[in-house]
């Protein structure tokens, strides 16, 4: 049976057409290769689950995705940082279904479980208040009673300012943190915790309880992603 593909951050944005047309080429290909894509989010720099507001640079990748589920392969969404309430305008058409938690893939003899990462930091209080107030009913319903031409700005202004403030987790990977974050995610019964957001392709054994982390690169940057094979094997592969 062709293998689980889990794929990490992609950062796709206006004006990076190589970028974008290398990443369609790649989901192509995996309509051939694969049974099961899992994107760990923040595909975009800006993802917002409405139509009205898609550029230009999401449209290609949205039809890539389309075709590929076309083709029989599933594609599921972990929302990152950079994605708001996905599902509610894709899902069934781009993805098979998306949601902001984690899901659990079970292949090869393995349980794995994958989530995009950002909420690893549990003493970031700011930060997960921010997280649930930006994708809770209230704030989805204050966005869509702003005039839509000012949403469209607002989208704008968003990528803008998170394009500017991309966090370079090369200065300091935070082993430690990530270690404790996914032992408790062991402890549920887990063999393998898959995760996005830092951007570094990593891969730590943990004792008690066994189990390994898999930390996903930044697709754009190293064109690689992982693989969950039949046999059980977990591995790193190229892209191309």
Same mark, same amino acid.
């Given at each position: 049976?062709r ?10 944005d206006?004006g /990076?057409? $190589?970028?974008i047309e290398?990443f369609?080429g ?8 694969s049974?099961?894509?899992i994107?760990?989010g923040d595909l975009f720099n800006?993802?917002i689950?409405?139509?009205d507001?898609?550029?230009a640079? /999401?449209?290609?990748?949205?039809e890539a995705? %389309?075709?590929?589920r076309?083709a029989?392969?599933?594609?599921r @969404?972990?929302?990152? &940082?950079?994605d708001y309430?996905?599902a509610q305008c @894709? #899902?069934g058409? $781009?993805v098979d279904?998306s949601?902001p938690?984690?899901?659990v893939?079970?292949f090869?003899?393995h349980?794995v479980?994958?989530?995009?990462g950002?909420l690893? &930091?549990?003493a970031d209080?700011?930060y997960r208040a921010?997280r649930?107030f930006?994708?809770s009913?209230l $704030?989805?319903t204050?966005f869509?009673?702003?005039?839509r #031409?000012?949403r469209?700005r607002?989208?704008?202004s968003?990528? %803008?300012?998170?394009?500017?403030? &991309?966090?370079d987790?090369k200065?300091?990977?935070p082993e430690?943190m990530?270690?404790? @974050? ?7 019964? /887990?063999?393998a ?9 990593r891969e ?5 309880? %066994?189990?390994r982390?898999f ?5 754009t940057?190293t064109?690689r992603h992982?693989?969950?094979r039949e ?5 790193f592969?190229?892209?191309?």
């Amino acid at each position: 049976m062709r293998p689980v593909v889990f794929i990490g951050d992609v950062h796709l944005d206006r004006g /990076h057409d $190589a970028e974008i047309e290398a990443f369609v080429g790649f989901l192509e290909r995996l309509a051939s290769t694969s049974s099961r894509v899992i994107l760990m989010g923040d595909l975009f720099n800006v993802w917002i689950g409405r139509r009205d507001l898609e550029g230009a640079h /999401h449209v290609p990748v949205i039809e890539a995705l %389309a075709r590929l589920r076309g083709a029989g392969v599933v594609v599921r @969404y972990l929302e990152g &940082n950079r994605d708001y309430r996905i599902a509610q305008c @894709y #899902a069934g058409t $781009a993805v098979d279904d998306s949601t902001p938690g984690g899901i659990v893939e079970e292949f090869g003899g393995h349980r794995v479980y994958a989530v995009h990462g950002d909420l690893a &930091n549990t003493a970031d209080r700011q930060y997960r208040a921010w997280r649930r107030f930006s994708r809770s009913r209230l $704030a989805w319903t204050l966005f869509h009673l702003v005039p839509r #031409a000012r949403r469209r700005r607002f989208a704008d202004s968003l990528e %803008a300012r998170l394009r500017g403030t &991309n966090l370079d987790f090369k200065r300091e990977f935070p082993e430690t943190m990530i270690r404790g @974050y996914a032992r408790s995610l062991l402890e549920r019964g /887990h063999d393998a915790v898959v995760l996005g957001h830092f951007h570094l392709e990593r891969e730590l054994a943990i004792e008690k309880p %066994a189990g390994r982390v898999f930390v996903l690169p930044l697709w754009t940057e190293t064109r690689r992603h992982l693989e969950l094979r039949e046999s059980g094997e977990i591995v790193f592969v190229d892209s191309t």
